[in-house]
């Protein structure tokens, strides 16, 4: 799945509702590549879903958030506490 735009108090209602079909399974990788702003209420949306996921055994990847994501995720310490993140991948030559 990917989020695209911004994952806030305005759009995070949504944004479960899209998520929620995907929580049936195990394990749910997220594109980030095109979400520019996430906050509180976002980041809220993607701990729950991390916390559901491990308690069935699954887990969640974020995958290549942008710079303004990642710096929020880096602050928060999600990585350092077991969160899965991978980088963006480095442009072609």
């Known amino acids: 799945m990917r989020l695209v735009g911004e994952l806030d108090i305005s759009t ?5 509702r899209a ?5 049936s399974r ?4 997220l594109d980030l590549s095109e ?3 996430i906050d509180s209420s ?3 949306l993607l701990l729950s879903l991390i916390r559901d996921q491990r ?3 699954g887990d969640l990847v974020l995958h290549a958030p942008t710079q303004t ?7 928060l310490g ?6 899965a993140i991978t980088p963006p991948m480095d442009p072609a030559p």
């Not at 995070?12 to 479960?16: F, G």
């Not at 195990?26 to 990788?29: A, E, G, K, P, Q």
């Not at 994501?69 to 602050?75: G, K, T």
């Open 12 to 16: 995070v209602e949504d944004a479960a």
């Open 19 to 23: 998520l929620a079909a995907a929580a």
């Open 26 to 29: 195990t394990n749910i990788s």
């Open 35 to 37: 979400l520019t702003f």
């Open 42 to 44: 976002g980041v809220r």
């Open 55 to 57: 308690s069935k055994g």
């Open 69 to 75: 994501v990642r710096h929020v995720f880096d602050i």
């Open 78 to 83: 999600l990585e350092a506490n077991g969160v």
